[in-house]
Each structure stands twice: as C-alpha cells, then as structure tokens.
Antibody, heavy 118, light 109 residues
Framework: QVHLVESGGGVVQPGRSLRLSCAAS????????MHWVRQAPGKGLEWVAV????????VYADSVKGRFTISRDNSKNTLSLHMDSLRAEDTATYYC???????????WGQGTLVTVSS | EIVLTQSPGTLSLSPGESATLSCRAS???????LMWYQQKPGQAPRLLIY???SRDTGIPDRFRGSGSGTDFTLTISRLEPEDFAVYYC??????????FGQGTKVEIK
C-alpha cells in the first residue's frame, strides 16, 4: 500500500533554514505529481507547493514563493522541501501528499511539525 | 483564484442523523475539480470525494457529494460515531493554486 513518511521537522529560529523530506513507497513514485500541504496549529489546510511527476514544473503558494523550494529524486523515491527565511507564520505540520484522480490529494503522510520560534 | 466558504462552522448532530455540509465558491466552478476531505484529531486528512461526486476507494456510500456552479454539498447520511470530524472542501482551477475551504466541524450533540 501507499506509504508516505515525512521527516526533518523541528524547532528553528526565524530567518533560518530547514529541509523536509518525504520517503515514498508502495507505488511508482515517478508517475505522480507530489505536493506539500501545511496546517498551522488549530487551523485549516493550506496548499504549499507542487512538483510535476518528472520534476519539470514546480509551483508555489504566494505565501512561500521565493523562500521555499520543492524537489524530488525519482531514483530514490523521495520528495523534499527546502525552506529558507523561515517566519513564525510558517509554523505548521507539513504533509507530503500524492496527487491522483482529478487533481485530488489521495494519499497523505502523517506530517512533520515545524516550529519557527526564537 | 476561487475562494471557498464552508458552512456551517460547526454542526452538532446525534449518531444516526444526517449531515449536510455546504461549500460555496466565490465564482462558478466550471470543471470537476471539487474535492472533500475528512480530518480527525491528530490525523492527516483523508480523501472522501473527488470530481464533485465520486467516492474514493473504501469510502462508505453514506458519503455523497453533489453540486454545481457555486454551490456544493457533502451529505453524510446516518452518522456513525467515526464520522464526527472536520471536513474540508477543496478546488483546483485550470492552474495552481489548490484552495481549501476553512472547514466544518461535525460534533456529537
């Protein structure tokens, strides 16, 4: 079955960087678009970024554009999110998500918590 | 970018009752990219409905998605104890971003 496992979360000071990773298994990783979605504590869901199945296109939410970089390694079945210039408002649980039918988000990881605080 | 507004914010119901959750778009949705997710405390969201009305694999038929234009509905008939959760609608236009509604909490009355 599909398995997505995020890692790399933690506490980081404002202005610093952090890199999240997502290990995928149970499907042909290189066939699917992949996303990061985040959820601030007690808040709703916010789409963060998408990378096309072959890495040819990347799109970001306005809130993270220019600061976050999504990437993937199809040979290692891994998805990454490099986050620079972190702000307090980036504090959230970050989910790795597989896109499937009609642009839906069918499979989610368990999430990794990023806390930006001094 | 279409904004999704969900109502009500909280729905208080008893097991066995039916729930009607609304998702209103700021302008007409002309494609089929309207989804619904369920999220329980401490868990990742789970896809329920895609393409306005198609249930994802393993989703019970008591979950029904419907609607068109600006008004979309998730109906849960005969609420089971495990259905009490937060529900989000989501839309994708012809290009990114994907947008979510703010969520509706279905709680036990």
């Amino acid at each position: 079955q599909v398995h997505l496992v995020e890692s790399g979360g933690g506490v980081v000071q404002p202005g610093r960087s952090l890199r999240l990773s997502c290990a995928a298994s149970g499907f042909t990783f290189g066939d699917y678009g992949m996303h990061w979605v985040r959820q601030a504590p007690g808040k709703g869901l916010e789409w963060v970024a998408v990378i096309w199945y072959d890495g040819s296109k990347k799109v970001y939410a306005d809130s993270v554009k220019g600061r976050f970089t999504i990437s993937r390694d199809n040979s290692k079945n891994t998805l990454s999110l490099h986050m620079d210039s972190l702000r307090a408002e980036d504090t959230a649980t970050y989910y790795c998500v597989r896109e499937r039918w009609l642009k839906s988000f069918e499979n989610w990881g368990q999430g990794t918590l990023v806390t930006v605080s001094s | 970018e279409i904004v999704l507004t969900q109502s009500p914010g909280t729905l208080s119901l008893s097991p066995g009752e039916s729930a009607t959750l609304s998702c209103r778009a700021s302008q007409a949705i002309t494609n089929r990219y309207l989804m619904w997710y369920q999220q329980k405390p401490g868990q990742a969201p789970r896809l329920l409905i895609y393409g306005v009305s198609s249930r994802d694999t393993g989703i019970p038929d008591r979950f029904r998605g419907s609607g068109s234009g600006t008004d979309f509905t998730l109906t849960i008939s005969r609420l089971e104890p495990e259905d009490f959760a937060v529900y989000y609608c989501q839309h994708y236009g012809d290009s990114p971003p994907w947008t979510f509604g703010q969520g509706t909490k279905v709680e036990i009355k």
